[in-house]
């Protein structure tokens, strides 16, 4: 069974329902009003009998039941009053055309008992219905009955149910009408959603775009799913532009691995010192290959495995970093901190931190110190090299880029990026300047955990 369809009839079922529901109550209300009509007429027609019951008087005398005589009235028509009298043992006494309506049992015991009471029955003459009380004078002295048709009663609430039965059949109709007109609405857009989904599988196409965004449900969820083809597409356009950088960074190494190879196939002709060299720069070469991989690797797997966030202390994460650094290169690394914390990953911060120092170093051939400073939630690193060309500001964070002046140096031009994508998960912005007393200085800042230090 189609969406379409489930709505329709779900629609047309909360409308019969409905429907049936507001009939029934209008039908019983209507009835129950009637019925007390009737019941309030009989009552005051026998209240009215009771006030003129006199003894002996010519023609209405219907014997001297206990407590004194009753009186019986003829009706004028079919739809007033009919009344007569009843003696102690249910036996009619008075009351001309009344014959008709049979005394029952019910009405026997009120005409017997000692109490007063009344008694409302149904009863049907010659195929019309009729309204009984039976209203008992109390002390086993009979009882007066009061009869009133209702045939006009039950033509009226025949009407009415006549009426809700052709109401209820419009609404149901109109129900369905209006319902197959929105459930043609909200499917529609589904459809094109489910069309749309069905095409991106079969060609793999990610530029597919779903029409009829907007405010509800369904529009939302056709925006929701424009806005996840558009993430797919840029996750997919950055893949490829990272295997496309990837493999051109990696031809550099691997020529030279070839061009060092080729050269050790003629060792024999080769000198000591040309051999060492060909092996040093073997070596070089395959060290470099091996980081260029691990980074991009890293970039990649955009962070999957990553442990989950804490408050991290800055200062002692980058003097770690700073000690390791020294150590390596024989250089100094300057740390100074104050007790700025973050919420954030510490071996992500820390690989962070290690890029910025490491990048300093690798430009930095004065032989000065590398200063770290932390405030405030800033790290930054600064230099005393060459500085950077006002040109490359702008793009040194960015994937595999590497200025003209760096591109003779080792690296892989991930280094930065790396820097920019942990500062930027971790809430945070990223820098690079030229120092005015030369060199550059290079960082970035995280927003600090709320009551840490401000400096």
């Known amino acids: ?127 019309d219905p009729y309204r009984v009380l039976t209203s008992g004078v109390g002390g086993g002295g009979g009882a007066l009955q009061a009869a009133r048709s209702v045939v006009e009663n039950r033509a009226v609430l025949d009407g009415l149910r006549s009426r809700i039965l052709v109401a209820g059949t419009l609404v149901i109709a109109a129900a369905a009408a209006l319902g197959w007109i929105i459930a043609r609405q909200v499917t529609r857009r589904l459809e094109q959603l489910t069309a749309a989904a069905e095409e991106v599988t079969a060609t793999g196409r990610l530029d597919v775009q779903v029409p009829g965004a907007g405010t509800d449900e ?3 969820l056709a925006g929701a799913f424009n806005a996840m083809l558009a993430a797919l597409s840029r996750s997919k356009e950055d893949q490829q532009r990272l295997v496309q950088d990837a493999g ?20 024999d002709r080769l000198s000591a010192a040309d051999r060492e060299r060909v092996l040093d720069d073997l070596e070089g070469e395959t060290e470099e290959l091996t980081q ?4 991009v690797v890293e970039v990649a797997t955009d962070r999957r495995r990553e442990p989950p966030t804490e408050v991290v202390v800055l200062t002692p994460l980058v003097e770690r970093v700073a000690a390791r650094s020294a150590q390596r290169s024989g250089r100094t690394v300057e740390v100074r ?52 060309a006002t040109e490359d500001l702008p793009m040194v964070f960015d994937r595999f880029y590497r200025a003209t002046a760096a591109r003779s140096r080792p690296g892989s031009g991930l280094g930065l990026s790396i820097v920019r994508d942990v500062a930027e998960s971790h809430g945070g912005t990223v820098f690079a300047a030229n120092r005015p007393q030369g060199g550059a200085v290079v960082g970035f800042q995280l927003p600090q955990v709320q009551g840490a230090p401000a400096s």
Request: aromatic content about 4%; charged content about 25%.
């Open 1 to 127: 069974m189609s969406l379409r369809l489930k709505l329709v009839l779900a629609l047309v079922a909360l409308s019969a329902s409905a429907t049936v529901v507001v009939g029934v109550f209008s039908y019983r209300t209507t009835s129950q009003q009637l019925t007390a009509q009737v019941d309030e007429s009989l009552r005051d027609a026998v209240g009215r009998l009771a006030d003129r019951r006199r003894p002996d008087r010519d023609g209405d005398r219907f014997g001297p039941p206990p407590g004194g005589p009753l009186l019986g009235v003829r009706p004028g028509d079919r739809n007033a009053v009919t009344l007569r009298v009843l003696d102690a043992d249910g036996d009619v006494l008075g009351g001309p055309g009344t014959a008709d309506i049979a005394v029952t049992p019910a009405a026997r015991e009120v005409a017997a008992s000692p109490q007063r009471y009344e008694l409302y029955e149904d009863a049907t003459v010659v195929g």
């Open 218 to 220: 369904t529009g939302r």
């Open 248 to 267: 051109h960074e990696l031809r550099t190494p691997l020529t030279s691995l070839r061009a060092n190879v080729y050269a050790l196939r003629r060792a």
């Open 292 to 295: 260029l991989v691990n980074e």
């Open 337 to 388: 901190g104050d007790g700025s914390e973050v919420l954030g990953r510490a071996p992500a911060l820390e690989r962070a931190v290690a890029n910025l120092v490491e990048n300093a170093l690798k430009f930095d051939e004065s032989g000065g110190p590398v200063t770290v400073t932390v405030a405030a939630g800033r790290v930054e690193v600064a230099d005393s090299g060459p500085g950077m």
